[in-house]
Each structure stands twice: as C-alpha cells, then as structure tokens.
C-alpha cells in the first residue's frame, strides 16, 4: 500500500535506508541466505566467514557488497557516455521535454555520475517547469533520489504542487546504507566530490556531517608496485591528455582506441583503477569524450563521518512523498498527466521522472504516447555503467591505521582488488573497502559470496602475510 511522508517522517526515512538495505532488500545485497528473515542471513554470512581459509591474516567479522546490476530500482550505478555520432550532447537529447514530462538526473547532469551533478539537474528541471506550469500547478516526481527530492523541493519553493512517487520503502534512491558489525556503511554514494561550491558541503554542515579530505594516494604494501603504478598512470594521462575532442571522428574513439597495444600490469592497473572504477566502464565501451565531460568542483574530495543520506533529507521541503509505489505507465494528454502507480493513478500538469538510466533501458514505464525518437536514441546510446563495492569487517586492523587506503597490482590480474579505503581515520572503524568497475563488477556479479569474499581476502594476504 502506498504511503505518504511529512516533512517530520522524511529525515527518518532517508536513514531507515541502512537498515533495509541492512536486510538485502530489492535485490542490491548479494549472498544474504536462501532462508526467511534476518537470522538466516546472518546464517550464511557466517558460514561463509567460516569457510574461509587461513591466511596468516584475521578472518573478517562481517562482509556487505553490492550488486547494483540486479537491483531492478537501478540496474545500474549510474550513466556513463558511449561512442556515438551524438557526443555528449546525447545527455542533452534526454533531458529535452516531450509534452508535459520531462526526465532528469544525473545522465542529464552539467557533472554527470555525482550526487551534487543530480541536485542541479533536479534543480534545474524544476525552474523549466515551473516556467512553463507558473504557479500552483501540480507536479508529479517520479523517483525520490538526489534529482528527484531536490526537483520537488524546488518545485515547492516556486509556489508548485509537487508529489514524489516512489518505488521503494525508503528515499535517497542510489544513496544508500547498509549495516556492516552494527554500524552503517555506504553502499551507493561515498564521496562528495569537489567540496568548494558544491551543495552536498552545505547540506553537510546543516546535518552535522563532518567532512574527512581525500587525496587518493594510496599506499602500496608490496615492494616495487608504487614504481609500477605510477608508470601505468603515466602511460595512462599521457595518452588521455593526446585526446583532441575536435579532430574528426573523436566523438567515435573509445578510450582504449587512446591507448598502446601493449599494456603491461602497471597500465592494466591504472586502467582499471581510474577508468573503470572511476566511469563504471571498461575502456574499449568508454566513450573518449567521455574524459572531458563536465566541470570539477575545487577543494578537493572528501568522505563523510555520518550516513550520506542524512544530506539529502531536507531537500524536498514539506513534499507529499508516496512510498511503495512503482510506477509503471505515464499517460499524457492535453489537460495533463496520469500517473499509474502502485497506489492507484495521480492526476498531475506535468510529470518530471527521475530514475536511473538503466531502469529507463529497461522500459519499466511504459510512455503514452511513446517516446520520441531523440529521447529513445538518447537512452539506447548512453551506457548503464557499473561501480560495486564489497566491505570487510575485523575485530582490529592489522594495516596502518593512518593511511587513507592501500592498493596492489595483482600479477595475475592486474587491477581487481587494486584499490583499497581505509575507515579507521573517518569513523574510527576497523572497516576496509574494496572496488570493482566496468566488466571485471559484471563478472564478479556473477559469482557467490565465498568467492568474492575469498578473493579479495586473498589479495589482502598477499598485502600484509606475503
């Protein structure tokens, strides 16, 4: 049954986040146990934790990762820009309105693939809408994620209606928790991303959210592999930096295209490390323009010491928010929209839809009339991409406390596992977290929880118990 929020209600559910996802709802946590209940899976988390061999380094108390690529709320973790004849401007195509509805999020974002970019396009939405609507008009928002919340409360600050529909039980979309040994962990968003100017700092101090600086410059435990990152990130930038966007053909090259035949472990790694960690595609799927879209915010990056999504509770202002509700048709007429959900059909003016570019691939909605032609092309074109995150719990560290994080080459597999971040300096946690990026996400998505698990505990011991 749907349900609405107050104002009062929606700072709690922005952090009720953490203990839904805490259960492996709606598919994002993989290996939760085949049985009923949260016994059951912490059952078979500790069974995993059990057959794991020794390593000559502490077994884990807990372990959480993600599989966004099957959480049909997301099917992704956010765009990333393909070779096409459009370039970027295919983001653009999507956010062109169609009658009364109009999308936006991060895949129309000026920085697209940040939380700070989804907060403008939900803003920026909202003041073309509120052009064409003038006041009192009532807005539906399809999707209560950074884009969304911030849309609605734009909307209401013009003096508009807005109602934010949404799927799940929880707002925030793919800024989410989850419990790790009793304490909450980033399952989606982490970073604020260029802390000068940028909204999420504001939103921030008025939680009460302490800031902690990252610099990515990770150490390298194993003798001799600094030498030889350092050289495949060379390799890497000298090769990104040759790119001209206005030679012809550029809008087709792929960033692979950019790069030497020959790649060695070194390159491997740092193709792994800054391409597909960091656009969620592989370099030959990764658009080279895609390395000149947007516009870095100043002041470097910064993790949180308290839950992301406490930031964004504020941003709809009093919205009526409906919970629990999936919607799957957007009917369009000459009066307006309707809107059918799980709660029954909304009668609105307009219609602004907020949801992940790979729920839009997959045709969840159905549009009345169908899309058009430019907007549909613009959704085929772009690229659902794919960031996944696997966290490990221990009694105490057995790494350097101080360091923000660690990285390794793997001999033979350059790149997975090749970044680590350390939590004992945000949040006093002896909590380690590991990436995975583009095809290598795909595969590990793929397999069960002892083997990822079992993995990246494995290139821990080749770290820290040689």
């Not at 169908?370 to 696997?390: C, F, N, S, Y």
Request: hydrophobic content about 40%; some cysteine; charged content about 20%.
């Amino acid at each position: 049954m749907a349900s609405g929020l107050t104002r009062r209600e929606l700072g709690r559910a922005t952090l009720a986040g953490a203990a839904l996802a805490g259960l492996g709802g709606a598919g994002l946590l993989a290996g939760c146990g085949s049985g009923e209940g949260e016994d059951s899976a912490e059952a078979s988390k500790q069974d995993v934790i059990d057959r794991l061999p020794s390593m000559g380094i502490p077994k884990p108390v807990d372990y959480i990762r993600t599989d966004w690529s099957h959480d049909p709320l997301a099917l992704c973790s956010y765009s990333y820009l393909a070779p096409s004849r459009y370039g970027s401007t295919v983001r653009r195509m999507l956010a062109e309105p169609f009658g009364r509805v109009v999308i936006a999020g991060e895949a129309t974002a000026r920085i697209p693939a940040t939380v700070h970019g989804a907060i403008g396009a939900g803003r920026e939405v909202a003041a073309l809408v509120g052009r064409e609507l003038g006041e009192e008009g009532r807005v539906a928002v399809i999707g209560a994620g950074a884009a969304g919340l911030a849309c609605a409360g734009a909307l209401e600050q013009g003096g508009l209606r807005p109602v934010l529909i949404e799927a799940s039980g929880r707002v925030g979309g793919r800024v989410r928790s989850g419990e790790l040994a009793g304490s909450p962990v980033e399952l989606g968003a982490s970073w604020i991303h260029g802390v000068e100017g940028n909204p999420l700092t504001d939103l921030a101090d008025a939680a009460g959210v302490g800031l902690h600086p990252f610099g990515y410059e990770p150490g390298f435990p194993v003798p001799g592999q600094r030498a030889l990152a350092d050289a495949g990130e060379r390799r890497l930038f000298r090769a990104i930096d040759s790119f001209d966007p206005e030679v012809p053909g550029a809008r087709l090259r792929t960033v692979d295209w950019l790069l030497p035949y020959r790649w060695g472990p070194g390159l491997q790694w740092a193709v792994q490390n800054e391409i597909a960690q960091e656009y969620g595609a592989d370099a030959d799927r990764l658009a080279a323009l895609a390395t000149w879209e947007g516009g870095w915010l100043g002041g470097g990056d910064a993790l949180l010491d308290g839950p992301y999504a406490s930031l964004l509770g504020g941003l709809a202002g009093n919205t009526e928010i409906r919970l629990d509700s999936p919607v799957s048709a957007i009917h369009q007429g000459s009066e307006g929209v309707t809107v059918s959900a799980a709660g029954g059909e909304i009668e609105a003016d307009a219609a602004v839809v907020t949801v992940p570019i790979g729920v839009l691939k997959a045709g969840t909605i159905e549009f009345t009339p169908q899309l058009p032609a430019r907007t549909r092309t613009a959704i085929e074109t772009l690229g659902a991409g794919l960031l996944d995150k696997v966290w490990l719990a221990f009694e105490e560290p057995f790494w350097e406390r101080e360091v923000e994080g660690f990285a390794w080459i793997d001999p033979r597999r350059p790149g997975r596992w090749g970044s680590w971040v350390n939590s004992v300096p945000v949040n006093g946690k002896p909590f380690l977290l590991t990436l995975s990026g583009g095809g290598d996400a795909h595969r590990l998505a793929r397999r069960s929880d002892l083997e990822v698990v079992g993995g990246a505990m494995a290139a821990l011991q080749s770290m820290f118990a040689g």
